[in-house]
């Protein structure tokens, strides 16, 4: 054999595999495209191992638990109560007209009206003391009020003088005409040019025409140093039958 003979030999030889492998790879592209192997990438990614879910789920847990822990305790820490719950507000008493509105039951009305009747009992205690105060109030005020009007009388009449004896006429029916008459006869001036030692005079009682003797006559002085000096002249006045008293008067 020549050597043009095997080099010929030895090149369809090689190009026998190649062809074998080329045809091997179509196949191998046409079962890609049709699905029937998976592809590099895929054969990637299902021999990559996966993280199952069950070993995520305990974190995810733990981290409820945990929150699920501390609101409570915040809650606690927050609220009056030791359990965390906020303790329901009591019920409502029940009122006189709850009573009135038949929304009672029997026990309820009983109570109701036992608190009513409580309720009235001070009310009533106290309405009594203050009146009771009031009225002690009222008599001490009118008792006071007696004494200074007493007080007062008696000394409105510290200048006064009751002079008995002195004749009456129709002259000295006018007050201002007897208080004139009076200062003549008391202090002796001859005229009554104006009152400076009387301030008024008048009879006392009701004239009858059938009486006896005259009546007294009230005479109010405008100072008790008037009122000396008109007792200085008792003795005077005692000769033509005048007498001077105080003012006893009620």
């Keep these: 054999m020549s050597n043009a003979d095997s080099a010929g030999s030895h090149g369809r030889a090689s190009k026998a595999p190649r062809s074998a492998g080329g045809q091997v790879a179509r196949v191998r592209k ?14 990637a990614t299902v021999s990559a191992p996966q993280v199952p879910a069950a070993k995520v789920a305990p974190k995810s847990a733990g981290r409820k638990r945990k929150a699920s822990q501390q609101r409570p305790a915040a809650t606690a820490a927050a609220s009056p109560d030791a359990s965390g719950s906020t303790p329901a507000a009591p019920p409502a008493k029940p009122s006189f007209a709850d009573v009135v509105a038949g929304r009672t039951t029997p026990e309820q009305t009983i ?10 009992t001070m009310e009533v205690s106290q309405v009594r003391a203050f009146g009771t105060r009031t009225y002690d109030q009222l008599q001490q005020e009118k008792q006071s009020s007696a ?13 006064n003088l009751v002079v008995f004896g002195v004749p009456e006429s129709m002259a000295l029916n006018t007050p201002a005409a007897l208080a004139c008459h009076m200062q003549g006869l008391l202090f002796q001036t001859p005229t009554c040019a104006g009152l400076t030692k009387v301030r008024s005079a008048f009879w006392l009682g009701k ?7 005259p009546r007294a006559v009230l005479v109010e002085l405008l100072s008790v140093a008037a009122k000396h000096t008109a007792f200085q002249a008792s003795k005077r006045l005692r000769a033509v039958k005048v007498r001077l008293d105080e003012d006893l008067t009620p």
């Excluded at 046409?30 to 054969?43: D, I």
């Excluded at 009007?149 to 510290?158: D, I, M």
């Design 207 to 213: 004239w009858k025409q059938d009486q006896g003797k």
């Design 111 to 120: 109570s109701v009206l036992i608190g009513e009747v409580q309720r009235l």
């Design 30 to 43: 046409q079962f890609e495209a049709a699905n029937a192997l998976p592809s590099p990438s895929a054969r």
């Design 147 to 159: 004494e200074q009007l007493e007080h007062l009388h008696r000394h409105s009449k510290r200048n």
